[in-house]
């Protein structure tokens, strides 16, 4: 996608309810509204002239917001706006201000308005206590915690009726025994044999397997090195520190190649050294250069020649944002540990990929000129080309001696379907050789489907960001159609809603919930690093998650790649598939069968809006949460992999109940929600 962003915000439509905001007659002044539990009041104030409405927070909604005669609208709350995800609460506060003009008199007033949330309480039960044995869709991956109880026995422990018993049993087993006071502890070959004859025996209080324990350890998540690694939260919201653990001890072999068709890339950036194929190896720029008949230059794509065997992104030394192509690159394949600087106040590491020291390897094919834009046929060819088809570009044939497995399409646009026709058949042809479409589902907020991600055959990626109980949200710039498929961390709006949840820091301060990934200084000519966020950011994540699971052999092609993505995502929306979120957010971690990283138990409600909250729970699991009226889903379980998400596939048992939050209702007690 194009790096500039238009985002529209997610505008709640909430039922009006309850009793006027306004007293018949009273005029317009200072004043304080509570609303209590109500969705909607009417405000009327007996002033006449022209009047509007002004510094309203997001969660009030006016209808009008201006207008001519008495100050009378119609004032609508949306608490799902401003609810905080840890849901601690208890009401909304806020205030506008009403400025009104009659001929040469005028004022300013200002309105606070307090809304409550409605209360729910209960109390979240761990009793699991039997050895955790978590067993992925597919029975190739199983992760395996034990959670307390023993696997086996070493013999037998006796309490005897005396002491005297005891010594007197430990002096006829010799070698085979030991003990203390009434206790002997007899090593024998039949344990449930002697068992039973200990436990008939009236000289004997009780007899007991002697139990082996287990170490509790559970593994540590993987955190990489590299200077930029802590800003790079979208790993760590999606299980990577417990897949980068199973890379130490499991092979990932087999070579997988991922396709890039973007703005192109730039192969000296010391974090992509040894991770794309370059020039002579496949690489490719399919973007013509043109003139007129008189030599005049009628298009260029911004590196000044035709299609060619480099597709460095030629860029432009007046542009304030990086390399589009790259960032995306960095994305999945991006080095780990330490290079050269190439500047001395460059980075040595910057950042981490995805793919960490797995076989993976970027294929760039620059369809997009250095304005960000490319055309339907450039893309076409480049993605004919990406799965193996020979392509020629002027004259001459070109084909690719690296097909690609996966291809990321962080590009499209609104188009019609009719217009989409020579991208989505050249889909449909790259789907029908087995390679796996990712494509951007687009910026625009809004419910128009974009192209290629519509296609039949393409995968469309929607993007997700952090909110303040690191619960994943639906990004408010991300496009929602029936064709989304799969969504995964893009970070947030920058620019109308530039939240800093992530808890890293840059240059000193708050670090934006942004991507951080690899780019490049045009002004100066040196590899950089930047922070950018879209769908054009989640689509390379989940790009990089499909070659994970072919290069450790989890899946073999297309069809159940798809499938295991599908399976292992984590449901944030209404139950099942939405238009949000596709079929969950991508869980890389459950997806790869990676071992377990922690073990935090806890409470998660999904509103079915898909808004979610996460209350704390005290030392015996009570839960208070203040939330906006709804339908939601409560489940209770682990966080297995370290992202702060429960009850994700593949975390073990879980118990869900569905409720519904009526401002009438006053407050809801769940009762004890208990896991067994």
């Not at 013999?155 to 030991?178: D, M, P, W």
């Not at 790079?232 to 990577?240: L, M």
């Not at 417990?242 to 192969?267: I, K």
Request: hydrophobic content about 35%; aromatic content about 6%; charged content about 15%.
């Amino acid at each position: 996608m194009k790096r500039a962003l238009l985002s529209l915000g997610l505008g709640l439509s909430l039922a009006a309810c309850g009793a006027p905001g306004s007293t018949p007659g009273a005029a317009l002044q200072n004043e304080t509204l509570n609303l209590g539990t109500r969705s909607s009041v009417d405000f009327l104030r007996l002033n006449r002239g022209t009047w509007n409405v002004e510094d309203a927070p997001a969660w009030l909604h006016f209808t009008p917001t201006s207008g001519t005669g008495y100050v009378q609208f119609k004032l609508d709350v949306d608490r799902a706006a401003m609810t905080p995800t840890l849901a601690n609460q208890p009401n909304l506060t806020g205030s506008f201000d009403v400025h009104w003009q009659n001929g040469t008199q005028e004022g300013t007033v200002t309105v606070k308005v307090n809304a409550d949330l409605l209360k729910v309480t209960g109390r979240a039960t761990d009793q699991t206590s039997a050895p955790l044995n978590v067993t992925a869709p597919d029975a190739r991956v199983t992760r395996t915690v034990n959670a307390g109880q023993p696997a086996s026995a070493r013999g037998i422990i006796v309490k005897y009726r005396t002491s005297a018993l005891a010594a007197q049993a430990i002096q006829a087993a010799g070698r085979n025994a030991s003990g203390a006071g009434r206790l002997a502890v007899l090593r024998v070959s039949d344990v449930n044999a002697t068992l039973k004859a200990l436990r008939a025996d009236p000289n004997v209080e009780y007899a007991v397997p002697n139990a082996v324990l287990h170490a509790l350890n559970v593994a540590q998540p993987v955190i990489p090195t590299d200077q930029y690694a802590p800003l790079q939260w979208a790993y760590r919201a999606v299980g990577y520190g417990a897949v980068w653990r199973d890379m130490d001890t499991t092979p990932y072999s087999h070579d997988v190649t991922v396709a890039v068709l973007d703005s192109g890339t730039h192969f000296n950036h010391p974090d992509l050294v040894g991770r794309q194929y370059g020039p002579g190896e496949g690489a490719l720029d399919v973007l013509n250069y043109t003139t007129d008949k008189d030599g005049n230059v009628t298009y260029d794509n911004g590196d000044g020649d035709g299609p060619d065997t480099d597709p460095t992104d030629a860029g432009d030394t007046n542009r304030t944002s990086g390399s589009h192509g790259t960032h995306v690159t960095g994305i999945i394949a991006a080095r780990w540990g330490t290079f050269q600087k190439p500047c001395a106040t460059c980075s040595d590491s910057g950042v981490a990929g995805a793919t960490g020291t797995a076989p993976v390897k970027v294929l760039p094919v620059r369809v997009l000129d250095s304005r960000g834009d490319g055309t339907e046929a450039d893309v076409a060819l480049g993605i004919r080309y990406a799965a193996g088809e020979s392509v020629t570009l002027n004259g001459q044939t070109y084909t690719n001696p690296h097909p690609a497995q996966v291809i990321n399409l962080s590009l499209g646009g609104p188009i019609s379907a009719e217009n989409a026709r020579p991208m989505c058949e050249a889909v449909s042809a790259a789907a029908a050789r087995g390679v796996l479409v990712f494509a951007a589902s687009g910026n625009d907020g809004n419910t128009s489907a974009y192209y290629p991600a519509a296609c039949d055959g393409a995968i469309a990626v929607a993007s997700v960001t952090l909110t303040a109980g690191n619960v994943l949200e639906r990004a408010s710039y991300s496009n929602a159609y029936p064709q989304v498929q799969l969504s995964a961390p893009g970070g947030t709006d920058p620019i109308l809603n530039p939240t800093t949840y992530n808890g890293g820091t840059l240059n000193g301060q708050p670090f934006i919930d942004s991507v951080f990934s690899t780019s490049w200084n045009y002004r100066d000519n040196l590899p950089s690093y930047e922070a950018e966020s879209g769908t054009s950011q989640a689509t390379p994540q989940v790009s990089a998650l499909a070659a994970l699971l072919l290069s450790k052999g989890v899946t073999t092609g297309r069809d159940d790649t798809l499938a295991r993505l599908k399976s292992t995502a984590t449901d944030l929306g209404p139950k099942g598939h939405d238009d949000q979120y596709g079929y969950g957010v991508i869980n890389a971690a459950a997806a790869l069968g990676a071992p377990i990283v922690s073990n935090t138990f806890g409470v998660r409600f999904t509103r079915a809006d898909g808004h979610a909250y996460t209350p704390v729970l005290d030392d015996a699991g009570r839960f208070t949460a203040y939330l906006p009226e709804g339908t939601y889903r409560a489940l209770v379980g682990h966080d297995r992999n370290g992202n702060r998400i429960i009850g994700e596939v593949d975390e073990g048992p879980t118990v869900e109940t569905e409720f519904t939050l009526d401002p009438n209702a006053g407050t809801r007690d769940l009762g004890e929600l208990l896991l067994k």
